[in-house]
């Protein structure tokens, strides 16, 4: 019995021994950029499993994430690329009608994906990628040359759709676990540390050139956005909301600008900005209440109800009352309520009519057992308040003056005090 067992393993071991050569082609031609009626074998290993193939990036001077018809340099050729190292001129040293070609063949270096965190893996192509990077930054922020009618445009189309597709090789990748997904695990009940430090993505040195990239790429004035938009466009915009739970602070602040200019420039593009982003706060809301990005999109949308026109809208006074509101409920609160309160107010100052459907929502989410989310709670009143006419106030003074004297007999110092400072007639 025993050699039976000894030959069935020798014979799993031998089949698996056979099958590894065969699985280990697959990769490389996934990762080349062979289109759509390729080798009919490698399609199932990229989908079943493509959090391997993206963790396998790295290793591979290529990307998978980015359209080969937007990077190679001769499309109707189907020749092999060439080399990621070889030697290219600066832009500033070509004549104007070969920068095109050259433009493309220093978008697919920056297309390609290299293991950040290990500084020994492929040194001298990341160096080499940082600079035409740094080139690139330079070459889009640069005002255009006056020149003929007849001069080559400095971005034509096809190199628009590789830059927007390096980009996107590059920014919109998995991002890494959360720290507070991993203490769920061990206290589902477990409330976020305002004291954490923050997660530092390895790559940022390079993330931070490929976001400058974007930016100068959406605010330069060569920019026409009859063209980009067809590039910059919903999916992409979507893409750039998913990467706001990013736990590294630095990038939150750079797709809070790029998502900012996107929404100045891409007027085509504004209702969806603001539906999008009401989706990710009705998720939040309603669903994970875990997010790391609540309060850079609030201070976005501060900017955006600053310049709402009068008489506002009934899709921003819905958008008031079905997320801004609600936005109190979360127990985090506290981490992004300076700008939720800033875009509450904003409301009221633009119609003053509507201070009656805020302290309504105020006090239907007034914390009963959360001494300090109430201080919170008080402050913004206040300022509401403030900015309340008496007509509106009336509305609702009653059930008003009965939140404020059971603040008024709470045992926590702060909310009594805060009671009193909220007090309308306290100055009377």
């Known amino acids: 019995m025993f050699n039976k067992?000894?030959?069935?393993?020798?014979?799993?071991?031998?089949?698996?021994?056979?099958?590894?050569?065969?699985?280990?082609?697959?990769?490389?031609?996934?990762?080349?950029?062979?289109?759509?009626?390729?080798?009919?074998?490698?399609?199932p290993?990229?989908?079943?499993?493509?959090?391997?193939?993206?963790a396998a990036t790295p290793s591979s001077p290529t990307s998978p994430h980015v359209a080969p018809s937007a990077l190679a340099t001769?499309?109707?050729?189907?020749?092999?690329?060439?080399?990621?190292?070889?030697?290219?001129?600066?832009?500033?040293?070509?004549?104007?009608?070969?920068?095109?070609g050259l433009l493309l063949r220093k978008?697919?270096?920056?297309?390609?994906?290299?293991?950040?965190?290990?500084?020994?893996?492929?040194?001298?192509?990341?160096?080499?990628?940082?600079?035409?990077?740094?080139?690139?930054?330079?070459?889009?922020?640069?005002?255009?040359?006056?020149?003929?009618?007849?001069?080559?445009?400095?971005?034509?189309?096809?190199?628009?759709?590789?830059?927007?597709?390096?980009?996107?090789?590059?920014?919109?990748?998995t991002l890494p676990p959360a720290l507070h997904e991993s203490a769920a695990t061990i206290d589902p009940g477990a409330t976020p540390d305002d004291e954490e430090e923050p997660y530092l993505d390895p790559a940022w040195p390079h993330l931070q050139l490929v976001y400058d990239l974007l930016l100068r790429y959406v605010v330069s004035p060569d920019t026409d956005t009859k063209v980009a938009k067809r590039y910059v466009d919903h999916a992409f915009v979507l893409r750039l909301l998913d990467l706001f739970d990013s736990e590294d602070p630095r990038e939150r602040e750079y797709l809070k600008t790029v998502l900012h200019r996107i929404y100045g420039k891409f007027m085509?593009?504004?209702?969806?900005?603001?539906?999008?982003?009401n989706n990710v706060f009705y998720r939040f809301i309603f669903e994970t209440q875990r997010h790391n990005g609540i309060g850079e999109l609030l201070e976005i949308?501060?900017?955006?109800?600053?310049?709402?026109?009068?008489?506002?809208?009934?899709?921003?006074?819905?958008?008031?009352?079905?997320?801004?509101?609600?936005?109190?409920?979360?127990?985090?609160?506290?981490?992004?309520?300076?700008?939720?309160s800033y875009c509450i107010v904003q409301f009221v100052e633009k119609d003053y009519k509507l201070a009656d459907t805020v302290i309504r929502g105020l006090l239907k989410y007034w914390p009963v057992t959360n001494c300090q989310k109430e201080v919170l709670f008080l402050g913004e009143l206040e300022e509401v308040l403030e900015a309340?006419?008496?007509?509106?106030?009336?509305?609702?003074?009653?059930?008003?003056?009965?939140?404020?004297?059971?603040?008024l007999n709470s045992s926590h110092f702060q909310a009594v005090r805060g009671g009193v400072a909220t007090h309308p007639l306290q100055d009377a």
Request: with cysteine.
């Open 268 to 277: 085509v593009h504004r209702p969806f900005i603001r539906k999008a982003i």
């Open 301 to 340: 949308l501060g900017s955006i109800i600053n310049g709402f026109a009068l008489p506002m809208k009934e899709e921003h006074k819905l958008f008031l009352a079905r997320a801004l509101i609600p936005l109190h409920k979360p127990k985090s609160v506290a981490i992004y309520h300076q700008q939720l």
């Open 388 to 407: 309340t006419q008496p007509a509106e106030f009336q509305r609702c003074m009653v059930p008003l003056f009965k939140q404020i004297g059971r603040c």
């Open 107 to 173: 978008l697919r270096l920056v297309a390609a994906i290299f293991d950040l965190s290990d500084s020994l893996k492929h040194p001298r192509e990341k160096e080499a990628k940082r600079q035409a990077l740094l080139e690139l930054v330079d070459y889009v922020q640069a005002p255009a040359q006056a020149a003929g009618a007849n001069a080559p445009a400095r971005l034509p189309d096809h190199v628009q759709e590789a830059l927007v597709a390096a980009i996107s090789a590059n920014i919109f990748r």
């Open 5 to 43: 067992i000894i030959k069935r393993g020798n014979r799993k071991s031998a089949r698996g021994d056979s099958a590894e050569p065969g699985a280990r082609p697959a990769a490389p031609s996934s990762s080349s950029g062979g289109g759509g009626g390729g080798a009919g074998g490698a399609a």
């Open 74 to 100: 001769n499309p109707a050729a189907g020749a092999a690329s060439p080399p990621l190292l070889e030697p290219l001129p600066l832009l500033r040293d070509v004549a104007a009608a070969d920068r095109p």
């Open 45 to 54: 290993v990229t989908v079943n499993h493509a959090s391997r193939a993206s």
